[in-house]
C-alpha cells in the first residue's frame, strides 16, 4: 500500500534537484537530511567521475556539405559522429571559430556549440550525483542570463560561461560570482559593455546589473531622488536605491572593460584576436563622479572604479532582499515561507565576506527549519524541468541529441531559450498558459521515444507489479511519485492501462519488446501528467 502523503524527504528533494527519485529518498532517509544537504554543498570541482565519463563518450551527428568557393568560404564536407568537443574549448578557441564564420567555417559549427552545452546541461540536470549544484546553476543562469536571441559572439562563449563563471561559483561567495560575470565574454557582450568608451560610456549593461543583477528594481528611484535614505553597504555608506544618475556613473566607471577582438584601442596598441576579457585605459571614462553616495573620483587604478561599482551593489541590503527573494520564490513558489526568508537574509549579511556565502545561505534555508521537508508541494514545474523530472523519477537515461537547443523554443524555456537579460518567470501563472501546458504534456508523451533517450521501463517494473493492472499502476505511481494519487486518479490510469493491456502484453512471450515499451511510456507519461507531479 503506498502512504497518503509524502515523507519529509521526497518533499525536500523535489524542491532542491531537478526531481526526487527513489533511491535518492532512500538514500536520504538513510544518511539523513543534514548529511545529504552537506554532502550536495561539499561537492568536488567539475563533474562526478561516472557523469564525467558517461559524457566523454557522447557523440552527436554534423553535416554540411563543402564550400570550394574561397569568396563565400571555403571548407570541405563534414559527415561524422563528433564528440562534445567545445565543452572544453578555451575563450579563444570558440572566438576564432566566430572569427571563421562563412570564410573557414559555416554557420553549422556555429550552431553545434549550443547544441553540445544543451544535450550536456539536459545529461548533468538528469544524471548529475549532484542535484543541488544542478539546481543552483540552473538559478544563477537565470539570474544572470545570456539569452538565445543573443549576438553570436556572446552565445558562442556560453560553454565557457557556463564552466568557468556560473559552476565554480554557485555555492561561492555572491560578490566573485557577480565580479566574474562582469569580466565574461558573454556578458561583455549580450549587454553590449564591450562598446563602451571613454567619448561614450554604454549605459546597458550598468542598468541591468542595478535592477536585474543585484538591487533589483523595486529600489529605481527614477530620474532626480536628491535627498534619498542611506545604509550601509560593506564600508560604504551608500543610497538605499539607484537613479538614474547612478547608472550613468556606474557607466563611466565600467568604461575599459572590453573583449579582445583585434581592435585599435588607443595609440600604438591593438587588441589580440582571442575573445577574452581585457581592459584598455584609454577606453575609461575618466569624468566618475558620486555613484549612490560614493564619490568615485577618488578612487583610482585600473578597473577600480568599475571594482568598486560591484563591490558596492555586491554588498547592498538590497540585493540580499533581491536574491534571497528569488532563490525562496525558486525553491518554494511566490507565496514563500518568511521565516525561511528571513534566515536567508541574515545568512547572506552575516557571510557577506566568507568565500562560501552562497552555501551558508543555502544552510540556513534547507537545515534551520523544516518548511523544506514539511510543506505542500506549491511550486509548478516549468516545462524543462517536468521533463527532467520525468527522466530522473523513471531512470530514462539521456544521451546527447541535436535537437534539444529546440525542445522548448514555442515557450522560449530551457537554459539561454529567454531572450531578454531579466531572465524566464519564475511565477506559476506564467507556466499554467495553455501553450506551456501543451508543451508539458507533448513532450512526457513524445519524448521518452526519441532516439537519444534510452527507455528500459519494462525491464525496470517487477514481476509482481506485472501480474495486475492494480499492482501496475500502483507501482508506478509509487516509484515516480512517492504517494497515492486520489482514488479517481488510481482508477483512471487502472482504466487505461487496462485498455491498452499492459500486463497481458507483458506475460506474453510473442510482444514486440517495442510495443510493451511504447505501452509502459504511455502510462508514465499520463502519471507525469497529475497534478501531484506537476507541482513540487
Known amino acids: 500500500m503506498l502512504p497518503n502523503s509524502p515523507s519529509f524527504e521526497r518533499r525536500a528533494l523535489n524542491r532542491v534537484t531537478f526531481g526526487a527519485r527513489d533511491l535518492d529518498e532512500q538514500y536520504a532517509q538513510q544518511i539523513g537530511w543534514l548529511a545529504w544537504v552537506n554532502e550536495q554543498l ?31 568560404g571555403n571548407w570541405p564536407a563534414v559527415k561524422e559522429e563528433r564528440p562534445l568537443v567545445s565543452l572544453t574549448a578555451t575563450t579563444s578557441d570558440l572566438w576564432s571559430l566566430y572569427a571563421g564564420i562563412n570564410t573557414a567555417v559555416p554557420a553549422a559549427e556555429i550552431t553545434r556549440v549550443r547544441q553540445e552545452l544543451a544535450a550536456a546541461t539536459w545529461i548533468r540536470n538528469s544524471q548529475s550525483k549532484y542535484q543541488l549544484r544542478e539546481f543552483m546553476t540552473d538559478f544563477w543562469h537565470n539570474h544572470f542570463n545570456i539569452g538565445k536571441g543573443a549576438r553570436e559572439t556572446a552565445t558562442v562563449e556560453l560553454p565557457v560561461y557556463d564552466r568557468d563563471v556560473i559552476r565554480p561559483n554557485v555555492f561561492g561567495n555572491f560578490r566573485d560570482l557577480l565580479h566574474a560575470t562582469a569580466r565574461s565574454t558573454s556578458m561583455q557582450i549580450y549587454l553590449d559593455n564591450w562598446l563602451s568608451r571613454a567619448t561614450m560610456p554604454n549605459e546597458n549593461y550598468s542598468r541591468e546589473i542595478l535592477e536585474l543583477h543585484t538591487l533589483g528594481a523595486d529600489v529605481y528611484l527614477g530620474i532626480i531622488n536628491s535627498d534619498p535614505p542611506s545604509v550601509s553597504s560593506g564600508p560604504y555608506q551608500v543610497t538605499a536605491g539607484f537613479t538614474d544618475a547612478d547608472i550613468t556613473q556606474a557607466s563611466r566607471a565600467l568604461s575599459g572593460w572590453t573583449v579582445a577582438n583585434g581592435q585599435y584601442v588607443s595609440a600604438g596598441k591593438v587588441l589580440p584576436m582571442t575573445g577574452e576579457f581585457a581592459y584598455d585605459a584609454a577606453m575609461h571614462n575618466t569624468n566618475a563622479g558620486m555613484f549612490m553616495g560614493v564619490d568615485l573620483s577618488k578612487v583610482t587604478g585600473d578597473m577600480a572604479q568599475g571594482n568598486r561599482v560591484i563591490d558596492i551593489a555586491a554588498r547592498h541590503p538590497a540585493t540580499a532582499r533581491f536574491v534571497c527573494g528569488k532563490l525562496c520564490t525558486r525553491i518554494f513558489g511566490e507565496d514563500y515561507p518568511q521565516s525561511a526568508f528571513i534566515r536567508a537574509y541574515n545568512a547572506w549579511m552575516n557571510n557577506e565576506d566568507m568565500p562560501n556565502q552562497i552555501a551558508q545561505v543555502l544552510r540556513a534555508i534547507l537545515l534551520e527549519g523544516t518548511e523544506v521537508g514539511l510543506l505542500p508541494a506549491a511550486k509548478l514545474r516549468r516545462p524543462y524541468d517536468h521533463l527532467i523530472a520525468m527522466f530522473r523519477a523513471t531512470d530514462m537515461v539521456v544521451n546527447a541529441g541535436t535537437t534539444m537547443t529546440t525542445a522548448f523554443d514555442t515557450v522560449s524555456d530551457f537554459l539561454f531559450a529567454w531572450g531578454p537579460p531579466n531572465g524566464r518567470p519564475d511565477t506559476n501563472s506564467y507556466w499554467l498558459t495553455t501553450g506551456a501546458l501543451l508543451a508539458v504534456w507533448n513532450n512526457a508523451m513524445t519524448w521518452p ?35 497515492a494519487l486520489p482514488t479517481a486518479a488510481m482508477a483512471s490510469l487502472t482504466t487505461d492501462s487496462a485498455i491498452a ?4 502484453l507483458a506475460r506474453a512471450s510473442t510482444t514486440n519488446p517495442a510495443t510493451l515499451e511504447n505501452a509502459y511510456r504511455r502510462l508514465i507519461g499520463l502519471i507525469a501528467q497529475a497534478p501531484e507531479f506537476m507541482y513540487r
Do not use: C
Not at 51 to 72: G, K, R, V
Not at 501 to 504: D, E, L, V
Open 449 to 483: 521515444a526519441n532516439t537519444a533517450i534510452k527507455t528500459t521501463l519494462s525491464a525496470q517494473t517487477p514481476t509482481a507489479a506485472k501480474a495486475n493492472v492494480a499492482a501496475l499502476v500502483e507501482y508506478w505511481v509509487g516509484r515516480m511519485i512517492g504517494f
Open 501 to 504: 493491456g499492459i500486463p497481458a
Open 42 to 72: 561539499a561537492a568536488p570541482p567539475g563533474d562526478d567521475p561516472d557523469l564525467a565519463a558517461f559524457i566523454a563518450t557522447q557523440t552527436m551527428h554534423i553535416e554540411y556539405t563543402a564550400a570550394p568557393d574561397t569568396s563565400n
